[in-house]
């Protein structure tokens, strides 16, 4: 074994022992480059297979760039490229934020904005990782390690007042690569019931990011919580999108996508095509996320804003909505934080429907996932409950896209919600009802797995209507009488009783809207 030992002490307002030192903006968000670390010239491999390692330490200040990219020299003959970092965590005062350092990878086709290089990412979820022909550290693309200039990417999340000191040991391993594996996706059907209801749960977290479970785990609890369909969607990562295929089958639909993590907010990229990677480094101010937001759609997949209003660092959604697919209200556990995001999406709805409207789309779909990451994170609490055509991907996001569905906190919640006029006209969740301004429309509300729940029909005045409770079985049937008039939308609401009136109670189910008159 060969070491080395770099000191790259980034000191604000000094350059100390930086070598080489360069401050540059990408198209997106600045980033530091720090100064080379090199290896042998490739006479290490010939000589005796062995490993070389070189450590780097330095002190990143307050107000760093996003991020900052460590090159390393990688020779010839290298078989396994391994990272190991560490950085102090000093105390801070009461509300200040803390030290946080994400790191990942890129090979040697470089660091640009579309990913050509990227090899992985793991967030702050771990402390090393390896990179080889044949394997990688979950989150990490395996393929050879090919001679180049490689970068480490680090991801200064928080910077604590005292500067963020950190350590990286790089060690190269020389001989002969494995053999590269052809990756083996899932299937883009499942056996399926034909045109009918199906559960899902679109935002979920394994091992490939910052989840604890593994495919096979979250497939599990999927077919134990009555799911349809999943869709993985690891934080900056496609590592998992090769570890699905053998988890699916005639009852599970398992599709494949990304949460790209920027720091202006999260968005589910649901449903794109095996081995698509979306790149996150990038704010609202740099006037990229359009771009990428195309790249989702033209991989097959929907672009689906996270947890619009969560109150993490980085996660509060900043990019607006003209180019979201749906976009996800509920996430988790019901919070204050979906309290909000529902009003904000009713906002939405209510803007859609103003005389004169000519927004890019007539309105954007409401969901809610999960965003399970361990234990005892339950899968599919809540789920999106799709009306589709089949149990397929395309099939399943036509049916988001267009709305026909609702959503529910568990498999036992079940709804059937019609808007009906005077001549028979119909409409369903996500549809139409083509009637006169002034004719009479029946709104109906089927409801069972509900207990101790009331029923409220929003419109774009707000809410009009409230009903009993329903009794201990959860099960009934409310209607409401209205006119396209009175109501240019109807929505429906469950909730459970109120705990702090008069705010009203969380969520049991909620649907996508009904618009009424032509």
């Known amino acids: 074994m060969c ?111 579309g990913g050509k290089g990227f090899r992985g990412w793991s967030g702050g979820a771990r402390t090393e990782f390896f990179v080889r022909a044949d394997d990688a550290t979950p989150g990490y693309i395996p393929g050879p390690v090919k001679a180049g200039t490689w970068h480490i990417a680090l991801g200064p999340y928080t910077v604590s007042p005292q500067g ?41 977290h394994t091992w490939y990011s910052d989840g604890r479970r593994t495919p096979a785990e979250i497939a599990a609890l999927a077919r134990a919580a009555g799911l349809d369909f999943i869709n993985s969607s690891d934080h900056n990562t496609q590592s998992s999108h090769a570890h699905w295929a053998d988890q699916a089958g005639d009852d599970l639909l398992i599709m494949v996508g990304e949460e790209v993590t920027t720091r202006n907010g999260h968005v589910v990229a649901l449903g794109t095509d095996p081995g698509t990677f979306v790149d996150w480094r990038y704010r609202a101010r740099d006037n990229r996320f359009g771009k990428y937001a195309r790249q989702i759609r033209r991989a097959g997949g929907l672009v689906v804003p996270a947890h619009p209003h969560a109150t993490c660092v980085g996660c509060n959604w900043k990019f607006g909505f003209a180019d979201a697919d749906a976009v996800e209200v509920w996430n988790g556990t019901y919070s204050p934080e979906d309290e909000v995001a529902l009003a ?32 005892p994170d339950p899968v599919g609490v809540p789920q999106t409950v799709v009306l589709a055509e089949d149990l397929t991907r395309e099939a399943i996001q036509d049916g988001l896209r267009a ?50 729940c009331t029923v409220r029909f929003v419109t774009d005045q707000g809410v009009l209507f409230t009903s009993a409770v329903l009794p201990v079985e959860g099960a009934g049937v409310v209607e409401w009488r209205t006119t396209a008039q009175y109501a240019a939308y109807v929505r429906a609401e469950v909730r459970h009783e109120a705990v702090m009136a008069p705010l009203p109670g969380a969520l049991a189910a909620f649907t996508n809207p009904i618009f009424l008159g032509r």
Request: proline share 7%; hydrophobic share 35%.
């Open 3 to 113: 070491e080395d030992d770099h000191d790259h002490g980034v000191q604000a307002g000094s350059g100390t022992g930086l070598g080489r030192r360069a401050l540059f903006v990408t198209g997106a968000a600045a980033a530091l480059t720090l100064g080379s670390v090199t290896f042998s010239d490739g006479t290490q491999a010939e000589a005796a297979p062995g490993t070389e390692t070189r450590t780097v330490r330095g002190t990143l200040p307050t107000g760093s760039p996003d991020f900052v990219y460590l090159p390393v020299e990688i020779p010839s003959g290298v078989r396994e490229l391994k990272v190991a970092y560490s950085y102090e965590r000093p105390p801070v005062p009461a509300g200040t934020a803390g030290n946080a350092l994400d790191i990942g990878v890129f090979d040697q086709r470089g660091t640009e904005l």
């Open 164 to 204: 963020l000191a950190y350590e990286i040991t790089i060690t190269l391993t020389y001989g002969e690569p494995g053999e590269v594996v052809d990756p083996v996706y899932p299937p883009e059907r499942a056996k399926g019931r034909g045109r009918a209801w199906y559960r899902g749960d679109c935002h979920l």
């Open 344 to 375: 904000d999406w009713d906002g939405m709805l209510v803007a859609s429907v103003r005389e004169g409207h000519s927004g890019s789309r007539d309105w954007i779909p409401a969901m809610g996932n999960s965003d399970a990451h361990r234990d």
């Open 403 to 452: 709305g026909r569905s609702y959503v529910a906190e568990s498999k036992s919640v079940a709804l059937a919600f019609t808007a009906s006029g005077p001549k028979g006209e119909h409409a369903d969740i996500g549809g139409r009802l083509k009637v006169a301004k002034d004719a009479p429309v029946t709104v109906r509300l089927e409801i069972s797995g509900a207990p101790r």
